[in-house]
């Protein structure tokens, strides 16, 4: 077919369609309307035949209501049923025209291909007639000729034609609609009347029933009603005799029409009408099966929010519901939800006052964990009585941990090995239960998808169903309680109610507890405190210290090993001291050698301020050779510290099972205990080291005293046995005997003080001296020191001053400077001797020589003893002890004493000796420079 879009012919096919469009307007009837529009299509378009038909909506099929055909053509169908797959169905739901080459070869041409070659047709064209997606019939242009397609104008023509058509339908269809319509609002009122009448729910039922029977005229009319404990709908009404009604009657197990139930309870309308089309519902079709239906309509009861049930109309055939059927229906279900009676209520009331005697059982004061236990007990077995539920449970969240606890169990049903350690919850849960304003219901938890953090755990109840409520709605979900049944089931809102309710009230009871809990815990604390003070006081051994520390920390901590691996200063293995094992499966070997450098768990605990959590499994195979436990085993390592300055001696090890989580209050116990021990075994230490070092020190003076004693009584008598025998020889010889004699008498005499007032603690002795007396007697000392390693001495700047103070000490002191001068010094070196007066009070004398000083050594002896005594030092040995002796005894007569290292590598011993003139007065050290 060709059409031209200019000249005369384009200008009359112009004109012509404006009167069409204009005659379709004006029509009268639909009918009118088919007449012209064929007529139109004869005038204007070259197809032999021209089919209109009006699509049946309740029947499925499409009714003939006008045709041309070529003389002598005959055309007896009336009805055109549509099969699924068919050409013309697939044009009534696409709503596109279709173009078919050849109708009689078509598979999918249904009727009109046996039409086909009767008519002899080849070339068809289906176009729909619709309006906003309303499909109203179908036009069905046909020609003998194969291939004939309309070009675009005339499908733009058709189009305008078919649209105009389908307006006209729609007016005649609305104004047909008008005129007999129902009248919904009369037969409510009617009804309303008749309800007020009704004594009880089931005479109300069968009322509305009746009522909605009469209106839409179904094939069958009910009403269904919830069972949340048995999670199904049975028949409560019935317009059918035929139908027994009642909870033994006609049963729907919510399982099988999941969908269909979620649809109700969101207050849906469900409408199902044309069930023979190819576009089915997932949510409706086990629900037609159920009921043997082909067309459905069901509305939902609520009652109080909740849902109660359903009314629904059926059909035997599909039918497309009307919008007066559907308004009249759903006004019929939400007056039946208004209209419960006064006998539901009355039971509603009474389970209200049940759960107000419930939750006033329980606000009582808690003074002991029996206290709190029996309270819930009391408590979950009412609920569980009262809501036919089988597990209680009552869950802490830890904020220490991140996670919940299972604090209480309900005996009802409890079923053993649940774990008392429940994962935290999801961002989306915990906002869940922390908006929420009442219980959460899960009514299958197998298919919802909250809680799913607890989705195992709920497993192991065999729970299928639950209602869970945070014990402070609107705040963190710290306490949670939880309900939970073996079968699947709707919860209603008196169930969450009374869980709100009591949870409340629980909330207070553990609010209380965890204030008791709180309270112990810091009287645990002030225990620890109050055994290490009494500890410190009352232990006076270390393992018995040790020991009573391990046990009072296990007990604390409930833990089954504590162990503490010791050592002492400058060793380089440690070993474990103590152990305290409450558990066979926890082993450690105390009789291991544990190399302070090479063991991960020493030196862990050694290189963190603090506890170290572990696992067993961290630890390397050297570390597990001592200790060993279960698979997964929790540890927590520290090393026993007091002050910064001081090294510490040992690490606490702490074990504990796999399932063992260590809280905020653990760690405090621990860290407390630990840090008492450690001042409590330092002290100890400390004690038994100076006592040790005194009974030493004691023991070696008393015995050097003694031999002084017998040396000055030996000398003494020997003197006095020379002088006797010198007066009686006056020989030259018997001169040199006497004054012999008198010399060691002087000795002697010299002794006297030190025996007499130095047995126990030094003293004070003032005696003067030249200074070139006092160096002269110095190098007569270290003469035969000299000699043997060659060395030249020399004194500079000698002079005739006089020292006066302690000239034992002082003597001692300068010998002691001048024969390590003398030892690290090498063979034919120098030692240079400067004497300096400072001021008209002191002296300075400073010894230099080519030996080396160890710059360790001059470190330590510039910062003084270290502040642990129990550390290893140079001090404690000579030669670094003489020079710190010397240094005390400078220091205790005012005087001052150091030793440097020069820049030209020499060594410097520098010491000032108090001028006799002033010898007692105080005054400041004077700077000075090195020589």
Known sequence: MSQTHSGPAYDAQIAALGRIL????????????????????QAEFDFEVSWLGLYDRLHHRLNTKGFHLPKGARFVRTHLPLTPGDILEQAVIQQRPLSIANIQVEPRAGEWGTLGKQLGLQSAVVFPIRRQDICFGILLLGSPRWGLSPTAGERSHLSLLTGFLAEALHQQEAEQQRLRAKRPEQSLLSLLETLNLQPGLDDRCHQVVREVQSFIGPACTRIFWLDSKGYEFWQRSSSQRSHLSGRGSVTIPIDQVKGFYQSLSNGQLIVVGEVHSSLKSAVTDKMIQLLKAASLMAAPIFSGGELQGFLSVEGSRPRIWSEAEKQFFQGVARLLSLALPVAEVHGQVEQMRAQQELTSGLVQGIYSDLDWRRILEGCSAKVCQQLSVQQFLVLIFDRDLGDYELCFQGQQGKIQGVAVTWPALDDVDWQMLERAEGAIAIEDTEHDLKLMAWRSLLQTLRANSLLACNVSPGNAPEGVVILTDHKKRRWTALESSLLESVSRQIGLILHQWQLQRQIDQQEHIYDSIQWGLQTLQQTFHLNELERSGGEHLAKLLQAPLVALATWQSGQTTAIVSQVVSRDKHFRVDQEWQIPLQGDAVLNWALQTNGILPLSLEDLPDISRRWIAGPAGSRLLIVALRTAPAHQSTGVLIVAAPPERRWSEYHLQVLALMANQLAWSRRHLELVATLAAQREGLEQLNWYKHHHLQSIHHLLTRQAQALQDLSLKDASDQGQRYQQIARQLLSLADDLTPVINDEQWQLSDRYHTIPLVSLLSRLLERVNERVQQQQLWIKVHNENSLIIGGDISKIEFVLYE???????????????????????????????????????????????????????????????GLHYAICQMLMNQMQSKLTLERLEDNRSLSRILLPIASNARRTSNFPRHRSQ
């Open 22 to 41: 204009q005659s379709l307007r004006d029509a009268q009837t639909a009918q009118e309307a088919i007449n012209l529009a064929l007529e139109h299509i």
């Open 817 to 879: 400077l001048m024969i390590a001068a003398c030892r690290r010094s090498p063979t034919g070196g120098r030692i240079d001797i400067w004497c300096r007066p400072v001021d008209r009070n002191w002296l300075e004398l400073s010894i230099t020589d080519d030996g080396v000083l160890e710059p360790y050594l001059l470190a330590e002896l510039q910062k003084g003893r270290p502040d642990d005594w129990l550390a290893p030092s140079d001090l404690d040995k000579p030669p």
